[in-house]
């Protein structure tokens, strides 16, 4: 008689923040703006699925403190049993190294809250100054780390069982993730997200929260169809601006050559030169940037988003989409949409009718 092994629990992530007196507010507001980012990228993308983590702001002594930030550790979501575990610790604000001495010392309560956190098999993500608590803690003894500068002489002195030697700006050791300065909160959340919970979700927050050159150079394009600045003296980037401006068009080196004002055989070997690719390579990797562009924030079909990549054959765009990215555009638009489907936004929509 054969047995059914029970399903595996859903992947939930249980977050908490920990607010203290010295702590800088900015450290979890934008941990918070991460975590509100990933729950809605989530709703949108599976409405019908649970929420894949919860979080609440917590004091030392571990209870949840009030905010106008809103919680979702509520009803259902404090039921449900939690996969993975993390506290957020946040920088601190100090006046110099032994002020950050004195944080220390006077929070036995937190340092309690933190050793009992990782006994049960909890993460931290501390950012900045925070990383003094887990550095207390022994959690970083004999670990290649990096440190806010102005206070590493300090942290080398007050905890030489670790090794301060590292440069890297994010890191993750042990059951510890860690970043060396404020303004890094966001990626410290994301790399996080991506770890413990789901690497595409986290992705997708990034492409969202972080700044992305290539997408922002080429919007403006899409939404308002006009040119973008005015033509360089160069004829590789008079072909570049040429290529993006009519990257619907059929190619044509011809075409192209004259828009550059060079000869054909000249130009592919200046463009060759300049980027590392032909002409026509580079305006293929234009067309796949448009499509995973449309495929993630629109609702539109395979056949039309060919269409708008310049492709009349849909099946030319899809074996070359998956040559690039070695996923199917279907797949693609699945892991990392932007947006709700159609079906569940027309059911909002009739709802709010």
Not at 199 to 219: G, K, N, S, Y
């Amino acid at each position: 008689m054969s047995t059914t092994a029970p399903a595996a629990p859903e992947p939930l992530l249980d977050v908490r923040l920990l607010w203290l007196a010295d702590a800088m507010p900015g450290s979890l507001f934008a941990a918070i703006d991460v975590l509100r980012t990933a729950l809605t990228l989530h709703r949108l993308r599976r409405p019908q699925d649970d929420p894949p983590l919860r979080w609440r702001v917590i004091g030392a002594n571990g209870r949840g403190i009030a905010h106008p930030f809103g919680s979702t550790d509520t009803g259902a979501a404090r039921r449900r049993r939690a996969t993975q575990a993390l506290v957020v610790v946040p920088g601190f604000v100090v006046d110099d190294a032994p002020h950050l001495g004195e944080i220390v010392a006077r929070s036995g309560t937190a340092l309690k809250l933190l050793q009992q956190h990782t006994a049960d098999g909890g993460w931290i993500a501390a950012c900045s100054t925070g990383l003094v608590l887990p550095l207390q803690l022994g959690l970083l003894d004999g670990e290649r780390i990096a440190a806010p500068w102005p206070f590493q002489s300090w942290l080398a002195r007050a905890h030489p069982r670790a090794d301060f030697g590292s440069t890297e700006a994010l890191f993750q050791r042990a059951t510890v993730f860690g970043c060396v300065a404020p303004a890094l909160v966001s990626e410290l959340m994301l790399r996080t997200l991506g770890q413990l919970l789901d690497p595409d979700l986290a992705q997708a927050c990034a492409q969202v929260l972080l700044h992305q050159p290539e997408r922002q150079r080429i919007a403006p394009t899409l939404v308002q169809r006009r040119w973008l600045a005015r033509t360089s003296d160069s004829p590789v980037v008079r072909a570049q601006q040429w290529l993006e401006q009519h990257l619907e068009q059929p190619y044509r080196l011809k075409d192209l050559a004259i828009a550059a004002a060079s000869s054909e055989r000249t130009l592919l070997r200046h463009f060759r030169l300049a980027t590392g690719r032909t002409p026509l390579e580079h305006l293929h990797q234009l067309r796949i940037e448009r499509a995973k562009l449309l495929l993630e924030t629109t609702l539109h079909s395979i056949d039309a988003i060919a269409e708008a990549c310049g492709y009349a054959d849909t099946a030319s765009m899809r074996r070359l989409f998956q040559r690039v990215t070695g996923q199917t555009m279907s797949a693609w638009r699945e892991r990392h949409a932007l947006r709700s489907r159609r079906p569940h936004w027309r059911v909002r929509r009739a709802a709010q009718a």
